[in-house]
């Protein structure tokens, strides 16, 4: 019995454990939406783009059709580097059609990266709620974007219907001006790499040299900045006249007699496309990847894919350039380290509840058949969650869900508790074992079955019940009521047999 009960339970707790979602997403009623358009777009292009989608979605502001749920209200802002859009639905119950009908709006705009999601309670950024963060990170930026690019259809590939967007932009079509230092020309006027940075700043766009103020006011700070000649203090920001601007440089070796050269003299300076904004992690030039999974596959199982299916092969190929570093960030990384702390206080829980039944029982060895109901329940939790998942809604196991399971240690134990000590009590006053047990289950079967069936009747409203708010607390019922009904059941049988041959065990010794 004991053998039974514990293995085949444990067999299907193990088997049937759905993968790990981070928070749940929550059902708010609103939608957001990004798009990425490639450096290089005017706002006359994204302006005709936000005109184009919001005379869309005009036409289904409070009227529902095409199979597209009414809408209440729609948003399109943004600049030539990104553009920022949302709705919400007139029906909260409708928001899941706007989000499939922004979707299908933003595919059809070709040539950038599109992102649209549903508000998550718990999302501290758009699209981050529930997204898988790969952070490619390297010396050469031209090589981080290259193995960006393959990276991301590797992505989508592994994950048909997942959103990605890179951040900031694979493209590195924003122009900019680099200025290369002529070291050998400017070592020989004087010149190091700091004095010719601070001179690059200052012309271009001013640098910082100092602060200005009273002892214990706020400081000012004071800036260099160059002229144009005849200027009112713009900015230099063409490449022919960052070339020709004058520097003054002190002649080594003859102190008070300096020469006035072109910058051109000391760097050579040429225009390139660049990225339109720079990232770095650790120090180091870095490309974000934001996986969005589609909402059929749990995060967890979005995380294997990408490290083990993706980047794994990639790397078993020799596809992953030297110096790259590719890791998994955001809610992944959050995710991850949840796991491992949510064992450990599950683990701490079952010791303090161990020493608290020994030091009650006044012996160590019974409660070792109290506890032998937690994998009895956890059995029952997991296949309470996979019952509300295909018959009632989708159920994730989250982080807020996994607490059931805490939750359920603290409940299984009482029936547990029952039995062991009615049988103690009935071996300290003499009966024989084989008496004691079927004794003690008897006379606690009755009080044991009243107080399961109270609690239960007490949950099911929080698990069948829906509404408003009801996916945050739908899946702990759904795992402390499976938990429980299993394990009052199995409790009566293989509590007891346990504890027969502990006692059996010891009386042997």
């Known amino acids: 019995m004991v053998l039974a009960g ?27 939406g990004i798009l990425v358009p490639p450096p290089g777009y005017s706002v006359d292009e994204t302006e005709r783009i936000g005109r184009s989608i919001q005379t869309q979605v005009a036409a289904h502001i409070g009227v529902e ?9 729609s948003f399109f802002v943004g600049d030539p580097s990104q553009v920022f859009m949302g709705a919400v639905a007139r029906e909260p119950a409708g928001i899941s059609g706007v989000l499939a009908y922004y979707r299908e709006l933003e595919a059809g ?17 758009i699209g981050g709620g529930r997204a898988v963060e790969v952070e490619i990170a390297g010396a050469d930026l031209d090589v981080i974007v290259d193995f960006g690019g393959r990276l991301l259809g ?51 766009d001013g640098a910082i040299i100092g602060e200005f103020g009273e002892e214990g006011e706020a400081k000012i700070d004071v800036a260099l900045r160059a002229a144009r000649p005849g200027g ?14 004058p520097v003054a440089v002190a002649l080594p070796g003859q102190a008070g007699e300096g020469v006035v050269v072109p910058l051109s003299t000391l760097a050579t300076i040429d225009e390139a496309p660049g990225p339109s904004l720079i990232q770095r992690i650790e120090r180091r030039r870095a490309i974000t990847l ?89 059995a029952g939790g997991v296949l309470g969650l ?58 606690r079967v009755r009080p044991i079955f009243m107080s399961s069936l109270t609690s239960l009747a007490g949950l099911l409203p929080l698990v069948l019940f829906p509404g408003s708010g009801s996916e945050l607390y739908r899946g702990v019922g759904a795992v402390v009521l499976g938990g429980l009904a299993l394990s009052t059941v199995l409790t009566l049988y293989v509590t007891s047999s346990l504890f027969t041959l502990l006692w059996r065990a010891r009386g042997a010794r």
């Open 6 to 32: 514990v293995g085949l339970t444990s067999a299907l707790a193990i088997a049937f454990l759905p993968p790990m979602e981070y928070l749940p997403t929550g059902n708010r009623n609103l939608v957001f």
């Open 65 to 73: 059709e095409g199979g597209v749920p009414a809408i209440e209200r």
């Open 109 to 125: 705009v070709p040539g950038v990266f599109a992102v649209a999601t549903q508000a998550s309670l718990f999302g501290r950024n």
């Open 154 to 204: 590797e992505i989508r590939g592994a994950i048909p219907g997942a959103q990605v967007r890179p951040i900031p932009s694979l493209d590195l079509g924003a122009p900019e001006i680099r200025v290369h230092p002529r070291r050998d020309d400017a070592a020989a006027l004087g010149i190091g790499g700091a004095e010719l940075g601070l001179v690059v700043d200052a012309m271009v």
């Open 232 to 245: 009112e203090g713009a900015a230099v920001v063409d490449p022919e006249d960052l070339a020709s601007a």
């Open 290 to 378: 934001q996986v969005a999974p589609p909402l059929d596959l749990a995060l967890e199982d979005a995380m294997e894919r990408i490290r083990d299916q993706v980047v794994g092969g990639m790397q078993a190929r020799g596809e992953v350039p030297e110096g790259i570093d590719v890791v998994l960030s955001g809610t992944a990384g959050q995710l991850e380290g949840a796991k491992e702390r949510f064992g450990e206080v599950l683990i701490l829980a079952i010791i303090i509840s161990y020493l608290l039944l020994a030091a009650l029982f006044e012996d160590f060895v019974a409660p070792i058949a109290v506890l032998v109901t937690v994998p009895l329940a956890a």
């Open 386 to 443: 996979r019952l509300v998942d295909a018959y009632l809604g989708p159920q994730p196991l989250d982080m807020m869900t996994a607490l059931g399971f805490l939750i359920l240690l603290g409940v299984v134990v009482n029936n547990a508790i029952l039995v062991v000590d009615g049988a103690l009590a009935r071996l300290r006053a003499g009966e024989r074992l084989v008496d004691a047990v079927p004794g003690a289950v008897t006379a």
